[in-house]
């Protein structure tokens, strides 16, 4: 089973960028894609983007299209999430996982590594 670590949260000012990163270790991880989700505070998790990690292919959930870019560096073994334009409504506890899959999915039941959690706090 596969590792993983978030960080680059924090607190942020809204209308600022923020990129956060998530480093794979363990496993056989360049078999599967990975995906960045996020748990406001009440709410249920959300899919953001996934991504393949052999052919880095993008898919994101049609609420975060053009603010958000999902890219992988297979050579650091790590994942990344930019987001542009932050909102207060971005305020949520972001999570990378690894699939079960090698296609990109939105589904958390298909994930069955999760990271422990990167905090982004946005201030209006």
């Known amino acids: 089973q596969v590792q993983l670590e978030e960080s680059g949260g924090g607190l942020v000012q809204a209308g600022d960028s923020r990129r956060l990163s998530c480093v794979v270790s363990?496993?056989?991880?360049?078999?599967?894609?990975m995906g960045w989700f996020r748990q406001a505070p009440g709410k249920e998790r959300e899919f953001i983007a996934a991504?393949?990690?052999?052919?880095?292919?993008?898919y994101y959930a049609d609420s975060v299209k053009g603010r958000f870019t999902i890219s992988r560096d297979k050579a650091k073994s790590t994942m990344y999430l930019q987001i542009t334009s932050l909102k207060p409504e971005d305020t949520a506890v972001y999570y990378c996982?690894?699939?079960?899959?090698?296609?990109?999915?939105?589904?958390?039941?298909?994930?069955?590594?999760w990271g422990q959690g990167t905090q982004v706090t946005v201030s209006s």
């Open positions: 991504i393949t990690w052999i052919g880095g292919m993008p």
């Open positions: 363990g496993g056989t991880f360049s078999r599967y894609a």
């Open positions: 996982g690894a699939s079960i899959h090698d296609w990109a999915t939105a589904f958390a039941t298909d994930y069955d590594s």
